[in-house]
């Protein structure tokens, strides 16, 4: 794979040295006589450049000041600091303006050839596209029966409950947070249930006023109140012979629970204003976010209900807890969007990384809303991690950012792993950190320093020679 690497360097000597050097070794090169083209360049290219080798002293602007700027355009850029002044403080400027690297300009060639390719390697491995698998475990191929999208254990159990419940006309409660696909798992039951040709009836209990809440389930009869035109049937008798439905029962008013529990009981209805109940045969599905055992503690919410309610309990857990639906749920939405307007769109794979490290207060829900989000406002074919932030960046204090920062700030983290690993292992073979020093081309000073910020300790494995 050929890479292309951004050089910057007000000096055209320099420039011109290293655009041979890396050219040398298959790359193409862009280079720029200083950060503000630089600059322009990146805008134009972002997310292409392999790496970038920018020089320290620059009159116009320095390289520290000049990664920050890059960054700020494309955050996913490997930016090494080259320069001929290896102080202490040039590299700890450089470092905390996030350069990866800070090197002496009298590094040999073949170390510099050594560090380009090892941050291009790196760039290769973070654009690999996502490529869902085609061949599904057997957890997935048992949950899409029941139309359902996700490779868990727990939603596998999940299913296994649907199958066993639909075979009853009992009572189920689903208890989960808000986008956890409620709503799915009751219309999984009604299918596979002996009402599945009968109506499915959806009712949110929360969207509903205290007022018509009454009249809007059970119905009402001409006269029966103000405004009451003409008889109403109600979503129980609309449902008659099927299922209904009841979604957010924790929030039903308790007045209302007694006659929900008449309901469930007596298996009739009263609408308003009649004086005679009519039998009804609807089998009842409810569901909520709120912790209903609680709410039966606290008094705001009748305990005879909860227990005629939660004869067939299933508890749906939050996506964070199943990070394993992650994939095969963003697979399902690029195809649904693929479907929907012939477009081919893909995400990197460390996009998909940073979304399976995200905690999803909004579960399937939110997954779904920043899939679609990015898949049309994104113009390319691939959407890259810098697109991800992007789309969130007019919410920079919500969880969902602060969350996916941390999951960018772990790609950092993984390289300075690496780092560790290498340096330690060179020091072990060295024996001191001033061959070490000296086999990178380094002040021993600096390499120090690199290892204070890295975390690693000198010990007894890792002695220092000459201090």
């Not at 202490?88 to 350069?99: I, P, S, T, Y």
């Not at 040709?197 to 959806?202: A, H, N, R, T, Y």
């Amino acid at each position: 794979m050929q890479h292309t690497i951004l050089v910057v360097d007000d000096d055209r000597e320099n420039l011109k040295f290293l655009k041979g050097l890396l050219e040398s070794r298959g790359h193409a090169v862009h280079q720029a006589p200083n950060a503000q083209f630089a600059a322009s360049l990146i805008h134009k290219n972002i997310g292409r450049y392999s790496l970038a080798i920018v020089d320290y002293h620059m009159p116009a602007m320095m390289g520290d000041e000049a990664t920050k700027l890059f960054q700020e355009i494309d955050r996913d850029l490997q930016v090494i600091t080259i320069s001929g002044d290896d102080s202490d403080e040039a590299f700890e400027r450089n470092l905390k303006a996030g350069a990866y690297l800070f090197l002496n300009r009298n590094i040999s060639t073949e170390r510099l050839f050594s560090i380009v390719e090892s941050y291009c390697k790196k760039f290769q491995e973070r654009k690999v596209c996502f490529s869902p698998s085609l061949a599904l475990s057997d957890a997935e191929k048992f949950i899409r029966t029941f139309n359902m999208v996700g490779a868990s254990n727990h939603l596998a159990k999940v299913c296994e409950l649907i199958d066993c419940y639909a075979k009853s006309d009992n009572a189920v409660l689903i208890q989960g947070e808000n986008g956890t696909g409620k709503e799915h798992v009751a219309q999984s039951i009604h299918e596979r249930s002996n009402v599945s040709k009968g109506p499915f009836v959806s009712v949110n209990c929360a969207a509903i006023s205290e007022s018509l809440i009454e009249s809007e389930l059970f119905g009402h009869i001409k006269g029966a109140f103000t405004g009451a035109i003409k008889d109403r049937p109600g979503h129980f008798r609309e449902a008659n012979g099927g299922t209904i439905f009841l979604d957010e029962i924790g929030d039903m008013p308790l007045q209302l629970q007694v006659k929900l529990l008449r309901v469930l009981q007596q298996k009739e209805i009263t609408p308003v204003g009649a004086t005679a109940p009519i039998k009804i045969n609807v089998r009842i599905i409810a569901a909520t976010n709120v912790d209903l055992e609680k709410a039966v503690a606290e008094g705001r919410f009748r305990q005879d209900l909860f227990y005629r309610l939660n004869v067939l309990p299933i508890e749906l857990q939050p996506l964070r807890s199943r990070p394993e639906d992650i994939e095969p749920l963003v697979a399902h939405f690029i195809e649904e969007w693929k479907k929907k307007t012939g477009e081919n769109k893909t995400f990197r794979a460390e996009v998909v990384q940073a979304l399976r490290g995200f905690p999803w207060p909004g579960n399937v829900r939110q997954l779904e809303n920043i899939v679609c989000r990015l898949l049309v406002r994104v113009d390319g074919e691939v959407i890259e991690y810098h697109h991800l932030i992007e789309n969130l960046e007019n919410a920079s204090d919500s969880p969902e950012v602060v969350n996916l920062l941390e999951s960018y700030q772990g790609l950092r983290a993984e390289f300075q792993h690496r780092e560790r690993v290498i340096l330690t292992e060179m020091i072990k073979q060295t024996g001191s950190l001033s061959k070490t020093a000296k086999v990178l081309q380094i002040a021993k000073s600096t390499l120090s320093e690199k290892l204070k910020t890295l975390g690693v300790s000198i010990n007894k494995t890792i002695r220092e020679e000459g201090v």
